[in-house]
């Protein structure tokens, strides 16, 4: 496990793509800095803020990471990339959640029950879903041309 993209997602700001081959850090770094595609982002993205994670909590526990997994993951990542450059939200949304569901079904414990259940009061209102800070809690994030009941927007790092 990397998680070489959470600190890279901090420091570097815009939209990037990291494309990794293997190892820990990535191959290479895809950025985009187009002010009016960055401002397209923030006024569709909405965070949830989510609760913390007991203190027994393991994300790894029956881990099942599959060729096929990562193989669904990353085309949903294709998918992500390629809406999102091209300001189509129906796509990113359905390629935002496709990404959840491939994330879950290789690492099952980044949901629990009631993350499943904050999911079902936001699902049939938004584009697409995904977790972010799952490992210890964190936001769900939405995708939405509407604003999300008690949901927070983000600022890209320009």
């Known amino acids: 496990m990397s998680g070489s993209q959470d600190s890279l997602g901090i420091v570097?700001?815009?939209?990037?793509?990291l494309y990794y081959r293997g190892d820990y850090w990535p191959e290479s770094i895809e950025s985009v800095d187009n002010p009016?595609?960055?401002?397209?982002?923030?006024?569709?993205?909405w965070l949830i803020p989510l609760f913390p994670r007991l203190a027994t909590y393991d994300v790894l526990v029956d881990t099942r990471v599959t060729p096929d997994g990562v193989v669904r993951l990353s085309k949903a990542a294709d998918d992500c990339w390629q809406a999102l450059l091209s300001k189509d939200v129906a796509t990113w949304?359905?390629?935002?959640?496709?990404?959840?569901?491939?994330?879950?079904?290789?690492?099952?414990?980044?949901?629990?029950p009631e993350i499943l259940c904050v999911l079902e009061k936001y699902r049939a209102d938004v584009y697409g879903w995904k977790l972010s800070g799952a490992g210890g809690g964190g936001y769900f994030v939405?995708?939405?041309?509407?604003?999300?009941?008690?949901?927070i927007q983000i600022r890209i790092r320009r």
């Open 12 to 17: 570097y700001p815009g939209l990037n793509r």
């Open 36 to 45: 009016e595609l960055l401002k397209w982002i923030e006024e569709r993205i």
């Open 142 to 151: 939405f995708v939405s041309e509407q604003p999300v009941p008690n949901g």
């Open 93 to 112: 949304g359905k390629a935002f959640s496709a990404s959840f569901d491939a994330q879950i079904a290789m690492f099952p414990n980044m949901v629990t």
